[in-house]
């Protein structure tokens, strides 16, 4: 949502991860067995490195501004990378 509003038609924004892992879990209060209980929800493994959103069509500045906003938001650091750094 933070980075639709800040692209706003402008630009385009690629997320490059997707939730392939299903979490299950057993309501509470339910005796052991019967089996591995239902998808609760999904989640997506991140690994350290891994490449998140990809912006493009808008200036580097306001780039910068979104993935902060975005980055602030993150349970984890993230840090913005440019893929054609100024010579």
Do not use: D, Q
């Not at 385009?12 to 067995?33: D, L, Q």
């Not at 350290?48 to 650091?77: D, H, N, Q, S, W």
């Amino acid at each position: 949502m933070t980075m639709t509003r800040v692209v706003s038609g402008e630009g385009r924004y690629y997320i490059r991860v997707f939730p392939h892992k299903s979490v299950t879990a057993i309501p509470a209060e339910t005796r052991m067995g019967k089996g591995k209980g239902e998808p609760e929800f999904w989640a997506a493994v991140v690994k350290p490195g891994t490449i998140l959103f990809e912006i493009g069509g808008i200036p580097e500045a306001a780039a910068k501004e979104c993935m902060a906003r975005v980055a602030y938001k993150m349970p984890f650091k993230c840090r913005f990378i440019n893929r054609r750094p100024n010579v």
